[in-house]
Every structure is written in structure tokens, then in C-alpha cells.
């Protein structure tokens, strides 16, 4: 692109796109980066430098890597043929993808299409809500969400959302959600003990006998906590929030919009923890990108409670997402999932998850700074500390520093971003599911080179 053109598209971005997540004021200044090109794993900005982006489109969306042109065509071709109609009507791409996708995940059985992780979630939540309504008048309508975990930016999503920061000024919410404590040992007084995991998955019943098990009806979880700080469940955590929601009749809700789809390794998060879920939510990495869709997966056992009888006017799931009916999202996550399957990605996954991870515990010799070292496959963090021995969390200003040098080595880190109050402080990683060896030294060396380029 020539420098006038450069300059006036910038100049259009500057005066008119109100960006996602930013203070606009030092944009002004600087101008926003502008993302125009991409193959694998690197972007081009819009002047032609080159990234090696660790974040998968910076929110651990792209996870075949970009510049895929057979996801391109398949689009394509189904969009000349048939674009949209209401999914109130089927199509080809929405029933071929259904079908692959409950394959890999025995105990569910049925997929409901709209077009964002708040929007799945929100779905459940319906869910949940109208089946407490045909079934008990209304009464077992509470949500249990977790603190740390992020479920959406709508109004009711943030209502199920642990971050405070995310949900300050936004308020007020929808009643009926309830919060319970987050299962991360290293934050936690008695994160060391054996049973770490059976006591944090133990609040939640503390919690459901508080509120009254006649008033709970799910319990929304990540399955391995994302922006609230990468956080793995620790042994035996699943399980009892399992056996918990069994005894008092809760439904399991878990939202993959991030794990699922390859990213820790197997096609979803739950599936490292033995839990069945009733609803499984997911978004980003469902075609990676390339087409905005999302699904809400539910048991069929769940699917049934809403086949009322016709004369019953109202017990149907009464809902729809207009671009739930786009079939662009179909095609492409039809060919996002054979791709994963052809190349063998979660196999790659769990080999680079692995080589990564034992990266970062090396960098967490080398610099204290790093507190804890933790994550599943291609979905790691790094928690940074003022001291290791007191933990005390450094600034966001720290990790927002080591982010800015990386970008300036030409590697795009993540880090968690004005959502916890006092703990955003974990830099994040979430290449995608295609990365070599050699990406991940380049990220690490990155990440050295940052920490040590922090004054003293
Ligand atoms: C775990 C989780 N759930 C839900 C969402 C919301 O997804 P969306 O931004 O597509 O609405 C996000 C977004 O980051 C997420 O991380």
C-alpha cells in the first residue's frame, strides 16, 4: 500500500471505530494497530512489519492459524449457494456439523446455533431459567458462577462473571446468580493441602444448602478458567462438583468458548476431568475465526423436557439468533475440524503444550519474578509476583510492560487485562494449535529478553 493510503485508512480508524477494550485517549496519539495480513502463525500490520502472534488473534481464537484458504472456499461456496435463512429452517452445513461435532462428545446430543460465547451462554442460562418455570413454577431458577471465570459481555453473562473489574460500572445485574470461590491452589490459604480440589469443589454445596438445593438450578463453570488467570482445576475438583450436582439435582453448565475445539489437547476442556456436563457451551476456536459462530450442545435428556406437547403453547424453547442462521459458520467449522483431524493437532497440542510449559518452568529459574507456571496444552500462563515467597501480585503495569517489549521483538503476547481487582498479573499464552518448537523459542526468548529488560 502506498504511504497516502496507509495514512488515510488509518485516519478513518482514528476518527470513527470505537475499539474493543481500549482507552481511546493515548490512540489518539499512537493510532491503532491495524492488523492486514496473516499465514500460519504471523500477521503483518498494515505497514508491513511482522508479528509471531502467541495469542492466537489475540483472545485464543485462531486455532489452525490464519491464511487457510480450503476454510475460505468452503465458505465461499456455500455462501453462493445458500447464505442464510432463519435456523428455524435446517441446512446442509448446520446438519453436517452437528452431527460431527456430537461425535466428539459422547453424552450430548443436541446443537443450538447463535453467534458469540455470551450468546451460547446466555442460551444456557434461558435454558435453565424456562426449565425451572415448566417445571417448578420458577423456583429453581439460581445460576452458580464461579469468581475469577468470564462467561460473556452482556448484561446476564457478566451477572455470571467472577471479574470484578469487568462488571464494575455496569451494573445493576440479573439477579438470581450466586458466586462461589475459585479453585486456584496457588492464590488460595490452604491451596496446599492433599485435598485441595475435593475442598474448593466443596464450596459449591456449602453454597446450594445456603441458597436452598429447591432454588439452584446450574452451575456455570470453565473448565480450565481463562482470562480470570488460566487456572486448572486441581485433582479431584470435577468430581465432586459432579457428585454435588447429582445429589441436589443441579445442571452443569460448562463453558468451553476457549478450551474447546483442540486447545488443551482433547477436543474439549471437561474431557481431562471425567465430568459430564448437561450444557456445553463454545465459540472462538469452533471455526477459528474464519466465521462468527457459536454453539450451546445439550443432552438429549435436556432436549426432551422442552418437547411439551403442541397444544402447549409455551413449552418450547422460545428463543432464536437471527445470524444463528448464517450457514457461513458451519462450513468453516466443518473444514476448521477436518483440518485438526488430518494434521493431527491435538496430538501437536499436547507435545508443544508440554515443550511449552517446560519452558516457562526453565524462565521461572531464571527470573523470580515468575510466581507459578501453569495450564493444559496451548493454554498457559505465567503468574508474576512483586516477591515468590510472599506472592504478592505485581502490577498491571509489569505484565503490561513485558507485553509492549514482546511486541516490539515482534512477538504478540497476552496477559490478563483489567479484569480482576489487584490480580491482573498473569501473562497469557494460547498459540495456535499449529505451532513448531522453534515458535515457542522465539516466544520464549521473547518473554526472557521482556523480564530482563524490566528497570530494576
Ligand atoms: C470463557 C469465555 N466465555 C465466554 C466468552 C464470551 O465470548 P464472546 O466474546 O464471543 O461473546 C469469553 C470471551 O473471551 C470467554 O473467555
Not at 176 to 193: Q, T
Request: charged share 25%; net charge negative; with cysteine.
Amino acid at each position: 500500500m502506498k504511504p497516502n493510503e496507509i495514512s488515510d485508512i488509518v485516519n478513518s480508524d482514528k476518527s470513527h471505530v470505537w475499539h474493543h477494550l481500549s482507552q481511546h485517549k493515548p490512540m489518539q496519539e499512537t493510532g491503532p494497530m491495524m492488523i492486514v495480513e496473516g499465514k500460519g502463525m504471523r500477521v503483518k500490520d498494515i505497514n508491513g512489519r511482522e508479528y509471531l502472534d502467541a495469542v492466537s488473534g489475540g483472545v485464543w481464537t485462531v486455532n489452525v492459524g490464519y491464511g487457510r484458504e480450503s476454510i475460505a472456499n468452503a465458505v465461499r461456496d456455500q455462501l453462493t449457494k445458500m447464505c442464510y435463512f432463519a435456523n428455524s429452517a435446517g441446512s446442509i452445513p448446520g446438519a453436517q456439523f452437528a452431527e460431527k461435532l456430537i461425535n466428539k462428545m459422547p453424552g450430548l446430543n443436541r446443537v443450538y446455533y447463535s453467534n458469540s460465547g455470551s450468546e451460547a451462554n446466555e442460551k444456557g442460562f434461558k435454558l435453565v431459567r424456562q426449565l425451572s418455570h415448566m417445571k417448578n413454577d420458577g423456583k429453581k431458577h439460581k445460576i452458580i458462577y464461579r469468581d475469577r471465570d468470564y462467561h460473556g459481555t452482556t448484561i446476564t453473562a457478566l451477572s455470571a462473571t467472577g471479574q470484578a473489574q469487568r462488571k464494575d460500572q455496569y451494573g445493576p445485574y440479573t439477579p438470581g446468580f450466586v458466586e462461589m470461590p475459585h479453585c486456584l491452589a496457588y492464590r488460595s490459604p490452604n491451596g496446599g493441602d492433599s485435598d485441595f480440589g475435593v475442598q474448593a469443589a466443596g464450596e459449591l454445596e456449602k453454597i446450594i444448602l445456603r441458597e436452598g438445593p429447591d432454588t439452584v438450578g446450574s452451575v456455570c463453570l470453565e473448565p480450565i478458567t481463562a482470562g480470570g488467570g488460566v487456572i486448572v482445576p486441581p485433582e479431584g475438583y470435577f468430581e465432586t462438583i459432579q457428585e454435588i450436582c447429582t445429589k441436589y439435582g443441579v445442571l452443569i453448565h460448562i463453558d468451553e468458548v476457549v478450551c474447546g475445539m483442540g486447545r488443551t489437547g482433547k477436543w474439549f476442556g471437561y474431557q481431562h476431568f471425567g465430568v459430564k456436563p448437561d450444557i456445553v457451551t463454545m465459540a472462538k476456536g469452533v471455526a477459528s475465526g474464519y466465521a462468527a459462530i457459536s454453539v450451546t450442545a445439550t443432552t438429549e435428556d435436556l432436549f426432551k423436557e422442552f418437547l411439551a406437547d403442541p397444544s402447549d403453547k409455551m413449552g418450547y424453547f422460545r428463543d432464536i439468533s437471527t445470524f444463528g442462521g448464517c450457514t457461513a459458520g458451519p462450513a468453516a467449522a466443518l473444514e476448521n475440524m477436518r483440518i485438526i483431524e488430518e494434521e493431527n493437532l491435538l496430538d501437536n497440542v499436547t507435545k508443544m503444550g508440554h515443550y511449552t510449559l517446560d519452558r516457562l518452568h526453565e524462565l521461572q529459574q531464571k527470573h523470580p519474578i515468575i510466581g507459578d507456571v501453569r495450564g493444559k496444552g496451548l493454554f498457559l500462563g505465567a503468574d508474576l509476583v512483586k516477591d515468590p515467597k510472599t506472592r504478592e501480585p505485581v502490577d498491571e503495569s509489569v505484565a503490561a510492560a513485558i507485553a509492549a517489549d514482546c511486541l516490539k521483538q515482534g512477538v504478540m503476547i497476552g496477559r490478563t487485562n483489567r479484569s480482576l481487582n489487584d490480580y491482573n498479573n498473569t501473562l497469557c499464552l494460547s498459540p495456535a494449535l499449529i505451532c513448531t518448537k522453534d515458535d515457542i523459542d522465539e516466544i520464549i526468548t521473547a518473554i526472557d529478553n521482556a523480564i530482563t529488560n524490566l528497570p530494576s
